[in-house]
Structures are given as C-alpha cells and as structure tokens.
C-alpha cells in the first residue's frame, strides 16, 4: 500500500524525516550519544537525577482556578484526596494583570478563567487546610508575582509555617508575557528589577521556593516550532542570568532555583527529543558563561503542560488520547513535574469528572506503562538522538541570533520573536487547511456528532461577591497605615532598595493587589507593544 500522507516527511514543527536514521547519519551530524554521559551527570542529556523516577515521580501538579477562592480551595482537596502531589494556581484575568476585583476593567472577567485574589484574605480561602510546608504550590502569575509571593508567606505564616519552609513555584516571567500572552503591565526594565528583587530575598528568605518558571509553553501555545520554543526560553533565561549579576547576586545564590516549563505537543519522538536537547543546551550555556561552582545552577528542571493549543472542540473524547501521547512524551524525556489537560478544556473549564481522569492518566503512566521504570527510555535510539542533535544546534542558532540583535530583550523591542512566532503559526495553519498536516475530527475522520459533553458552569455573582467583600475590607481597616504603606513602596520603586520586604509589610496591613499595583504603576508607568507586533 502506498503512502498518501505527503512527499516530504517532517516533523511536526518542521525538521526534515529521514525514513530511518541509523549510525551514520548520528556520525555525520556529529552526534555521539556516548558523549551524554549517565542521567545524573553532565551534560544532564538523560536526566538530572541518577535514578530518576525509580526514586521519585514526577510531581502530578493539576493546574485548577475558578469561580472565587472557596470554590478553588474545594477543588484542590479534591484533586490532593485522588492523588495529586502539588499544586498549580490558575488567577483569572484581572489578578494576572493586577487589577482588583471592584475594578471597572475586571467587569465581566473575575473569576472567569482562574481564581479571583484581590487580598489577603482571598489567599487565605484559597489555602484554608492546606499544609504549606508539605504541599508544593505552582503560581502561574507574572506582573503582579511579588504581591501573590507575599501574600502566600503571610498565609503560610498565619499557619505557623515560616518562610524558610514553604514549597513552590512563581511563574515570573515577563518576558515570554512580551513575546506570546500579553499579561504584562510595567515596561520591561522596571518589570526586569521586580524579578531580579525576588531573585535577591528569595535567596536568603525563602531558600525553598522556584523564584521563575521560564515558561515556553505559551511561546509554544502561541504558534512557535519545538526549536523556537527551546530558543526563545533559554534566550529569556540567559536575560534573566545577566540582569541578576548585574545586580550583584552571585551566580549559585540564585540559578540553583531557576526553574523551566515547557509544552509537550503532539509529535511523540520530536517532544520527548526536545527537553533532552533543552537540559544539553542549558548545561553547556551556563557553565561557558559563567562557571558555576554548585552544579545544580546548570541543571534544567522543568515542569510540563500537554499542549492545549493541540485540544479540540470536535470529538472532545479523542483528547484523552491526545492528552496521553503528549503526557507519555514529557515523562520520556524526564520532567519533574507535569499537567495533564482534561478533555473537555477546548469547550469550558474542566468539570470535576475530566479533572479527574486526567490525573488519573497520569497515574496510570506512572503505575501501569512501565515508562517510568527505566532511565531516558528513549536514549539510544538513532531517531532520537538525531532529533537531539537537530534540536539542540538549530536552538543554538537562534539563541545566537538573538544576541546578535542585542539579546532577548532588545530582540523584543525589535518585534523579532514575535514575527518569527507569528510565521510558524501562520505555516502551520495553512498546512491544516491544505490538509498537509491532518487533525482527527478538524479536517480527517470527520462525523455528525452530538455534544454531550458536560461544560462546567461558573456562578455569575462571584464578582458582586468579592466587589462586596473588598467594600468591607476598606471600610474597616486602617486607612493611615494602608496609606503609608503604599507611599513606602512609590519611594522605594524610585530608588534601589529592594521592594519585596516593602509589599509583603503592604499585603500583612491588608493592602490589596490592585492599589500595590497602581502604587508601582506611579512611578514605572505602564507599556503598550510597538504597533504590529
């Protein structure tokens, strides 16, 4: 039978497919897998830990948040009873940007795609029962990340739990929010000093705690190929690396907390032949450039989400297929924490029944495939070490591209990643409706279908509710104290002095998000993308 798929095999972002590889094409590439050592050694190709999950799982991290605090707080027992081992906050749209609930521009959006957290006490509803110094937290929050940071150890304190103990993660990077979402507020330098302040008391305050999670998931959701999303992340983490040693901090004060999130798509061998490459790439960067004495600064940790660009509203059970080819992918290629999308995410927010077998595929990876039994089960393959190899020189590539134009920041000003982002997305649509590429249920196994699907409804008073709690809240605390506390942060943002010690004092008096927020936006001012990009 002849093949009617295509004439020229590629992978799913594009890189050219060979009908086998074999030893000679790893030879002429240059590609000599004994060169990747043992996982648990340089240069980190098979795995940062010697035994990986033999000694421990990954972490099964769910990402969850809706409606108001109580409703998410209800959801992560759910998900913490089933057996998930960490948590993963999602804010709805007006927390991401920093705004307050009773805001005029969060009408309509509080609590829609996320959690709603105005104040302190928003954080406390949303952690009430929760063990913070055993349960692991991941915040998907970027421009406002210090004053969520800060209201999360003062709840934690509340519980008893100081800040030197507290587990997790804050997104913090503004500069895929530039790049590929949009969630930005400040412009980015006074956006880079935020960071590099939690940088600074993270290091001596909360030892524990991922500081950034350089996310290339949403570069990847936004349209890029597997080679630009490993290029434009590391491209940020090195900006990210220079901006904390030009402020002072020593290399292995910080970069041991580095963390790294990546998508996993659809293209089993490419996915899982992407985060070797990535772990490869990042060790040889960071010990050329800046010589680390503690190994684990060169060591790339990350987090994986399957991709939901890849979900579909036609025939949403097919996406636990999906879901399980991706999810399959990031645990062969050694993640240390992953998401699996529920099926039903192309049509609403997961109900509490798709929530649920997506952990549950998840475990059954774990438990039942035998995947996780073995160090880089993949590792050895010549399809797969040419995948490496390709990955990792075409992201080297770029990433030199990028500092050509200045670095990663100044390539954005440039409108650069944007465009190049913009263009894969584009080839990929056109190869979907010219049928090169086939979707199940978009353009390929096609049928009359009736939507049974259960679609999560959210209440629409959560916004009355929480305009009416915040109400409360300025009317009886201390309006002289609040006051003060926000001035301290105005001066502060117009000096150097290190603004974290400033908002955690601001959120302990029940400031809210949105006044710490508009306090900064006094002296940073806001910023708009260049027209186009």
Same mark, same amino acid.
Not at 310 to 321: D, K, R, Y
């Given at each position: 039978?002849?093949?009617?798929?295509?004439?020229?095999?590629?992978?799913?972002?594009?890189?050219?497919?060979?009908?086998?590889?074999?030893?000679?094409?790893?030879?002429?590439?240059?590609?000599?897998?004994?060169?990747?050592?043992?996982?648990?050694?340089?240069?980190?190709?098979?795995?940062?830990?010697?035994?990986?999950?033999?000694?421990?799982?990954?972490?099964?991290?769910?990402?969850?948040?809706?409606?108001?605090?109580?409703?998410?707080?209800?959801?992560?027992?759910?998900?913490?009873?089933?057996?998930?081992?960490?948590?993963?906050?999602?804010?709805?749209?007006?927390?991401?940007?920093?705004?307050?609930?009773?805001?005029?521009?969060?009408?309509?959006?509080?609590?829609?795609?996320?959690?709603?957290?105005?104040?302190?006490?928003?954080?406390?509803?949303?952690?009430?029962?929760?063990?913070?110094?055993?349960?692991?937290?991941?915040?998907?929050?970027?421009?406002?990340?210090?004053?969520?940071?800060?209201?999360?150890?003062?709840?934690?304190?509340?519980?008893?739990?100081?800040?030197?103990?507290?587990?997790?993660?804050?997104?913090?990077?503004?500069?895929?929010?530039?790049?590929?979402?949009?969630?930005?507020?400040?412009?980015?330098?006074?956006?880079?000093?935020?960071?590099?302040?939690?940088?600074?008391?993270?290091?001596?305050?909360?030892?524990?705690?991922?500081?950034?999670?350089?996310?290339?998931?949403?570069?990847?959701?936004?349209?890029?190929?597997?080679?630009?999303?490993?290029?434009?992340?590391?491209?940020?983490?090195?900006?990210?690396?220079?901006?904390?040693?030009?402020?002072?901090?020593?290399?292995?004060?910080?970069?041991?907390?580095?963390?790294?999130?990546?998508?996993?798509?659809?293209?089993?061998?490419?996915?899982?032949?992407?985060?070797?490459?990535?772990?490869?790439?990042?060790?040889?960067?960071?010990?050329?450039?800046?010589?680390?004495?503690?190994?684990?600064?060169?060591?790339?940790?990350?987090?994986?989400?399957?991709?939901?660009?890849?979900?579909?509203?036609?025939?949403?059970?097919?996406?636990?297929?999906?879901?399980?080819?991706?999810?399959?992918?990031?645990?062969?290629?050694?993640?240390?924490?992953?998401?699996?999308?529920?099926?039903?995410?192309?049509? @609403? +927010?997961?109900? /509490?029944?798709?929530? %649920?077998?997506? *952990?549950?595929?998840?475990?059954?990876?774990? !438990? #039942?495939?035998?995947?996780?039994?073995?160090?880089?089960?993949?590792?050895?393959?010549?399809?797969?070490?040419?995948?490496?190899?390709?990955?990792?020189?075409?992201?080297?590539?770029?990433?030199?591209?990028?500092?050509?134009?200045?670095?990663?920041?100044?390539?954005?000003?440039?409108?650069?990643?944007?465009?190049?982002?913009?263009?894969?997305?584009?080839?990929?649509?056109?190869?979907?409706?010219?049928?090169?590429?086939?979707?199940?249920?978009?353009?390929? @196994? +096609?049928?009359? /279908?009736?939507?049974? %699907?259960?679609? *999560?409804?959210?209440?629409?008073?959560?916004? !009355? #509710?929480?305009?009416?709690?915040?109400?409360?809240?300025?009317?009886?605390?201390?309006?002289?104290?609040?006051?003060?506390?926000?001035?301290?942060?105005?001066?502060?943002?117009?000096?150097?002095?290190?603004?974290?010690?400033?908002?955690?004092?601001?959120?302990?008096?029940?400031?809210?998000?949105?006044?710490?927020?508009?306090?900064?936006?006094?002296?940073?001012?806001?910023?708009?993308?260049?027209?186009?990009?």
């Amino acid at each position: 039978m002849v093949s009617q798929r295509k004439d020229d095999w590629k992978t799913l972002s594009g890189l050219d497919l060979d009908l086998q590889s074999t030893p000679d094409t790893l030879q002429q590439m240059g590609a000599d897998p004994l060169q990747n050592g043992d996982a648990g050694a340089p240069p980190y190709t098979r795995g940062i830990h010697s035994t990986m999950y033999r000694s421990r799982l990954w972490t099964m991290r769910q990402y969850a948040g809706f409606s108001s605090a109580k409703a998410t707080n209800e959801r992560f027992k759910l998900l913490l009873e089933r057996g998930q081992k960490g948590l993963s906050v999602a804010f709805d749209l007006p927390t991401q940007l920093g705004l307050d609930a009773d805001d005029e521009m969060s009408l309509g959006e509080v609590g829609k795609v996320g959690v709603s957290i105005s104040m302190l006490d928003d954080m406390r509803q949303l952690l009430d029962g929760i063990p913070l110094d055993k349960v692991s937290t991941s915040m998907t929050i970027n421009a406002p990340a210090m004053v969520l940071l800060a209201m999360y150890i003062a709840v934690a304190e509340e519980q008893g739990v100081s800040s030197q103990e507290v587990l997790g993660t804050i997104q913090n990077d503004i500069l895929k929010e530039y790049i590929a979402r949009g969630t930005y507020v400040f412009p980015p330098e006074p956006s880079m000093r935020l960071i590099t302040d939690i940088f600074e008391y993270c290091a001596e305050k909360v030892p524990k705690w991922n500081t950034i999670s350089i996310s290339g998931y949403h570069i990847r959701e936004a349209g890029s190929t597997a080679v630009q999303e490993v290029a434009f992340t590391l491209a940020n983490a090195l900006a990210y690396v220079e901006a904390a040693l030009e402020k002072g901090l020593d290399i292995d004060a910080f970069a041991p907390r580095l963390s790294f999130f990546f998508n996993c798509h659809n293209d089993f061998f490419e996915e899982a032949a992407k985060f070797r490459a990535a772990r490869t790439l990042w060790y040889e960067l960071v010990t050329s450039r800046y010589q680390p004495n503690n190994p684990k600064s060169a060591m790339l940790r990350f987090h994986t989400q399957v991709a939901g660009v890849s979900l579909t509203a036609q025939q949403p059970l097919n996406n636990i297929a999906r879901v399980t080819i991706q999810a399959l992918a990031a645990v062969c290629g050694g993640t240390q924490s992953l998401h699996t999308n529920s099926y039903d995410e192309a049509l @609403g +927010l997961p109900t /509490e029944k798709s929530a %649920t077998v997506a *952990l549950r595929t998840q475990q059954i990876i774990a !438990e #039942e495939s035998g995947v996780a039994d073995v160090v880089d089960p993949l590792g050895g393959s010549y399809h797969v070490e040419a995948l490496t190899k390709s990955i990792h020189d075409m992201a080297l590539e770029q990433i030199n591209k990028i500092e050509s134009l200045g670095g990663s920041m100044k390539a954005i000003e440039q409108g650069w990643q944007q465009r190049e982002i913009h263009n894969a997305a584009y080839q990929h649509l056109n190869d979907v409706e010219q049928e090169k590429r086939k979707i199940v249920g978009v353009n390929h @196994g +096609l049928m009359d /279908e009736e939507t049974e %699907t259960e679609v *999560l409804k959210l209440d629409p008073s959560v916004g !009355e #509710e929480q305009c009416s709690r915040l109400a409360e809240l300025r009317e009886n605390r201390d309006s002289q104290r609040v006051n003060g506390c926000l001035e301290a942060i105005r001066i502060a943002a117009a000096g150097d002095d290190n603004l974290f010690p400033l908002v955690l004092n601001a959120v302990r008096n029940d400031c809210t998000l949105g006044e710490i927020i508009a306090a900064m936006k006094d002296v940073f001012g806001t910023w708009m993308a260049p027209s186009g990009f």
